[in-house]
């Protein structure tokens, strides 16, 4: 009988501390979790090494399902568990790399998992402080030996390059509640890409929000002040182009919390770092922290070292470098919304859609993605399912599929609130389906009946055509909201595998998971 090294279930830690503990003890006494205890074999042979395997690495799970899935694994697994699981590549590394990364120590930075946001920097926060609170290390434990941590916030070989913004036409029609902008950059043609891949976008925080914030504080714009790197430039060039100014560190809480004069402003600025619910102002960006603690005014030079970095953003690419042209497309939805009176702007979208004039200068850069790519078979069916911007690499795979000339069936499930307002590129993929580059084009507009139809509710219906498809080895790709899109087509696909292939619910997800192993099923998730 194999005996896990655990603590006992009457030691004194919290859920938390005990995660880390379990997991710090495996590490400590070499156990495998993975392996049993058998009698040595006469003649060892040299077995295939197995890759780890990460049942919590899916965005669909809830940050209480990742950490119990990690329970009781090493202490990078759990870190890893706490992370949005999008490896987006946003921190600059993957979200198992980030995570041994942190548990090494060669990364410092708690901060960098933007998806993941407050919430998982404040989860990283809470697991490494019940390790350090735990009684320390043997020195005989030698770190994880880790690459070199990265720079400028993408990985090495993203290279920064110049593109020309061209336009950014809206998609949506009169009508719609949304605002998606199909946007177009020139001068592409030193950027290297393939279909799938994503281009990072080095955008600028809105001129209206740091006039303000610089208003508030009394100072000058052209005020010299040193950065976090020991680089010094003025301070209107720190908030327009070095900080996150939109959502506040819990770094530069504290800041403001020791700077704060009045003691109940401290306190609370300082619960805010700490998460307390309801603590300060909700989703509060730099300008709503000043102006609701008038008594923390940090040096200029301290106020701008403290928030996170200016990080890239990231979108789908949405053209075929096969399309013959020196361009690359995106499809980005503009992020505006009222909040205490004040209008709140995406940074990146509203960037691209409002900000930009023809022929500006844009520094990109490709991040790749290849579990995301087309069948190396051309004559592979595919099923592609997407909701609003989540078509952007569809529209690359059906450019792409038309250049090469295949004859593979491909199928597009696409979803938004209305066809009369929201059916992106609707006469491009219209055409595709009359010439038969697209086999099959079924939509699912939520707004347009009273009772809300979605993608997966295509799916359903269409669930024995779909499992045909499978059974004759078509790639299933999906691309779209990690917390609402996935989860829900997911659950619609254990379903229809579990009815068509007769099998029960554990075993059709297995077969989801297995068809992932086997590079059939394909996220894009965000």
């Known amino acids: 009988m194999t005996i896990v090294p655990r603590l006992p279930d009457n030691a004194p830690f919290s859920l938390a501390q005990r995660a880390w503990l379990d997991g710090f003890i495996v590490g400590l006494t070499g156990w495998d979790e993975a392996a049993e205890v058998a009698p040595a074999p006469p003649a060892p042979a040299i077995a295939p090494v197995e890759e780890e395997d990460f049942p919590w690495h899916d965005p669909a799970l809830s940050l209480d399902e990742r950490l119990a899935l990690a329970a009781g694994r090493r202490p990078e697994h759990l870190l890893m568990a706490a992370m949005a699981q999008l490896d987006c590549g946003q921190c600059g590394y993957l979200?198992?790399?980030?995570?041994?990364?942190i548990a090494s120590g060669a990364e410092p930075d708690l901060a960098r998992c933007v998806p993941g946001g407050k919430t998982t920097s404040r989860k990283l926060k809470e697991l490494t402080a019940a390790v350090a609170g735990s009684k320390p290390a043997p020195a005989s434990v030698a770190p994880l030996a880790m690459p070199t941590p990265p720079m400028d916030d993408h990985k090495p070989g993203e290279i920064l390059q110049p593109v020309r913004f061209c336009s950014a036409h809206r998609l949506n029609r009169p009508g719609s509640e949304k605002d998606t902008r199909h946007i177009v950059f020139g001068g592409a043609e030193v950027v290297a890409y393939e279909a799938g891949d994503s281009l990072g976008v080095v955008a600028r925080n809105a001129p209206e929000l740091v006039a303000a914030i610089i208003?508030?504080?009394?100072?000058?714009?052209?005020?010299?002040?040193?950065?976090?790197?020991?680089?010094?430039?003025?301070?209107?060039?720190?908030?327009?182009d070095r900080c996150e100014i939109r959502r506040v560190s819990d770094q530069a809480i504290v800041v403001l919390a020791s700077r704060a004069h009045d003691r109940s402003q401290s306190v609370i600025l300082q619960a805010m770092a700490e998460g307390y619910p309801g603590a300060g102002p909700e989703d509060a960006d730099l300008l709503d922290l000043l102006e609701a603690f008038p008594s923390a005014r940090p040096p200029l030079s301290e106020l701008v070292s403290a928030p996170d970095p200016l990080r890239p953003r990231l979108y789908s690419i949405a053209s075929s470098p096969k399309a013959g042209k020196d361009e690359i497309h995106l499809v980005v939805e503009a992020v505006r919304y009222q909040k205490r009176a004040r209008p709140r702007h995406g940074v990146a979208s509203t960037y691209l859609s409002?900000?930009?004039?023809?022929?500006?200068t844009v520094s990109v850069f490709v991040h790749r993605a290849p579990g995301f790519r087309l069948p190396a078979g051309v004559d592979t069916p595919i099923v592609m399912i997407?909701?609003?911007?989540?078509?952007a690499p569809f529209r690359v795979f059906l450019q792409e599929r038309r250049a090469l000339g295949t004859r593979a069936r491909n199928w597009l499930v696409f979803g938004n609130q209305r066809r009369s307002s929201d059916f992106l590129f609707q006469a491009e993929l219209e055409d595709y389906h009359r010439d038969g580059l697209l086999t099959r084009l079924d939509t699912a507009f939520s707004r347009d009946q009273a009772d809300k139809v979605y993608v997966q509710h295509r799916l359903l219906e269409q669930a024995a055509t779909l499992w045909a498809w499978l059974a004759e080895g078509a790639h299933l790709y999906l691309c779209g909201d990690?917390?609402?899109?996935?989860?829900?087509?997911?659950?619609?696909l254990v379903y229809i595998i579990a009815r068509e292939g007769g099998m029960p619910s554990d075993a059709a997800k297995a077969h989801l998971a297995a068809l992932a192993r086997d590079g059939r099923y394909h996220k894009d998730v965000y």
């Open 95 to 101: 979200c198992h790399s980030y995570a041994k990364a």
């Open 215 to 240: 208003e508030r504080l009394g100072a000058k714009p052209d005020t010299t002040v040193r950065l976090a790197d020991g680089g010094e430039c003025g301070l209107a060039e720190a908030l327009l």
């Open 354 to 360: 409002d900000r930009l004039g023809p022929d500006e």
């Open 386 to 391: 997407g909701a609003g911007t989540g078509l």
């Open 482 to 492: 990690a917390q609402r899109l996935a989860r829900d087509v997911e659950a619609g």
